[in-house]
């Protein structure tokens, strides 16, 4: 007998979920692997004016636990660099996007709040790497507003 999953035990919030990501209107694809597990695929534009970067392609894949543990999210292209990771880069080894502290999971966090956060990570990975900013923001995007005097 296989183990029932996170959507067939609460198929209230795979709709939720679904919902909310199909709102954003960003283009994001639920898909399932063969051992059944879901995930999310697709990109996001969001890079600072004048930067030169393609889209990056990512997935977001609901572990066994969710929504008690975090879905990961793997970037797919652009390929990183992958000396880029720690706290510096936000990025987990083997490389996935930390997008929240495990800590600060909240069960109550939905895909599309991932999205947005993931897309704040690559304006900030952007910016970074563009020499736009030292380094990136623990929380939101950063402001790349200048001052004048």
Not at 29 to 44: I, K, N, P, S, T
């Amino acid at each position: 007998m296989k183990a029932r999953l996170w959507y067939e035990s609460d198929p209230n919030r795979l709709v939720l979920e679904y919902l909310r990501v199909v709102r954003l209107e960003r283009g994001f694809v639920l898909r399932q692997f063969a051992d059944r597990r879901l995930y999310w695929l697709g990109q996001v534009h969001d890079i600072p004016a004048g930067v030169e970067a393609c889209p990056m392609k990512f997935g977001i894949v609901y572990r066994d636990a969710f929504p008690a543990e975090p879905p990961t999210v793997w970037v797919l292209e652009p390929e990183l660099n992958p000396s880029e990771w720690g706290h510096e880069w936000h990025r987990w080894l083997p490389g996935n996007v930390c997008y929240v502290r495990p800590r600060n999971w909240n069960v109550g966090t939905t895909a599309d709040e991932i999205i947005q956060k993931v897309a704040d990570w690559y304006f900030n990975y952007t910016a970074r790497k563009a020499g736009l900013s030292p380094t990136m923001a623990d929380y939101g995007r950063i402001s790349l507003e200048t001052s004048r005097d």
